[in-house]
Each structure stands twice: as structure tokens, then as C-alpha cells.
């Protein structure tokens, strides 16, 4: 492969995981990425395949998952519905089946986890 075609395929990975990790909130779709990019959905597939540790999906979807976890961890006045929508999720449910799948755990008993434990962690003597 030609050295500018790899670098140029290398920059439309970095590119797309930059608008992931920006607009993950959104409805993102790989032709969508792809014509953001002025790229093709199938040099943007090939950029992922050779770049990436994992396809658009999984990278939309892990970007996701980190940060509703995050949400259910720290913020607890926000119900796990409202997170789910905050990450990009129109459906809970779908939301909440992802999750299980990621972390082994509900939504709602990964949060109680998390309070569990920083409740643990307050109490030990520093």
C-alpha cells in the first residue's frame, strides 16, 4: 500500500473516533461519519478494519457504555432512563440490554454498586 494512502486512511480513523467521542449523543451512523468526512462508508470500514481495535459500532457503543457508566456512578439524581437518552439511546430497554452485556450488570444495580463501594471508601481511615 502506498504510503499516502495509508496516511490518509490512518487520518480518517482519527478523524471518525474524534466525531465518536464528540457526538456520540447523536444518532451517529457509519454513512453519516463517512459523508461528514467527505470519505466513502467503505474507506471508512477499511480505516477502522486497519487502524482500529474494533468496527464503528463497538467504538460508537464502548464510547457510550464509558460514559453512562460514568453518569450512573457519579450523578445519582439521574434516573436511568434519562442516562440512557443522555448517551444516545432513544430506547431504555435497548439501553439496558447493552449495558448488562458490557458490564454483566443492570444499570440500576451497576449504580447501586458504585454507591456501594465510594460509601466503602468513605469509610476507611485515610
Keep these: ?21 464528540r457526538h456520540y449523543r447523536r444518532q451517529l451512523t457509519l454513512p453519516a461519519v463517512a459523508h461528514a468526512l467527505a470519505s466513502s462508508p467503505r474507506q471508512l470500514q477499511r480505516a477502522y478494519a486497519q487502524f482500529g481495535a474494533s468496527s464503528f459500532r463497538e467504538d460508537l457503543q464502548a464510547r ?16 436511568v432512563r434519562e442516562v440512557a437518552r443522555l448517551v444516545g439511546y432513544r430506547q431504555a430497554p435497548h439501553f439496558a440490554r447493552v ?12 449504580r447501586e454498586r458504585a454507591l456501594a463501594a465510594g460509601a466503602a471508601q468513605r469509610r476507611e481511615p485515610a
Excluded at 457510550?64 to 434516573?79: C, F, H, K, N, Y
Excluded at 449495558?99 to 451497576?110: D, E, K, L, Q
Design 99 to 110: 449495558f448488562r452485556r458490557r458490564y454483566g450488570v443492570s444499570p440500576a444495580r451497576f
Design 1 to 21: 500500500m502506498r504510503t499516502d494512502t495509508l496516511a490518509s486512511r490512518r487520518r480518517l480513523y482519527l478523524l471518525a473516533r474524534l466525531v465518536v467521542a
Design 64 to 79: 457510550r457504555m464509558d460514559v453512562a457508566a460514568t453518569l450512573l456512578a457519579e450523578q445519582r439524581s439521574i434516573p
